[in-house]
């Protein structure tokens, strides 16, 4: 079978959302990490400082949550970002839980990205033109928020 000829493969190929999410975040990371470079900082670095700093959900476990990631992953990714001095770990309100915060190192590299940051958010922004930025930022909401 010719897989252009195959329905199921055109139909996938046309229709699917998480092919087309996954070709947009490759696309997207790209960019903003090449915009980072100057900072050292990568995005994902970048976005997860700026959640800790911001004073999201105090443990580790309730940051996974609200980053949408797994508690494996987020604590691999502090764990390199304990080794590079961004941020200190330590033990929470209750005796198990551990909380993540921004060291003055950490602070400093943020603020030397955010206007890395800015630019490349702009250039986004100027692309997709107002509405289809806001309509962007509500079905991306959206789809992050809903749970299935």
Known sequence: M???????????????????ARMADRTIVRAYDEALRP??????????LVAIGYGAPGSISELADWLAMERTTLT???KLLEKEEL?????????????????????AKLE???????AVQSEYQARLGD????????????????KH
Do not use: M
């Open 2 to 20: 010719n897989i252009s000829t195959a329905p199921i493969y055109s139909v996938v190929a046309r229709d699917c959302l998480c092919r087309k």
């Open 39 to 48: 900072s050292g900082l990568r995005i994902t670095q970048f976005t997860l």
């Open 76 to 78: 691999r990714n502090l």
């Open 87 to 107: 941020v200190t770990t330590r033990a929470g309100v209750h005796h198990r839980s551990r909380v993540a915060e921004l060291t003055e190192y950490g602070r």
């Open 112 to 118: 030397q990205a955010y206007p890395l940051w800015q």
């Open 131 to 146: 509405e289809d930025w806001r309509q962007s930022h509500i079905t991306l909401t959206r789809l992050a928020t809903d």
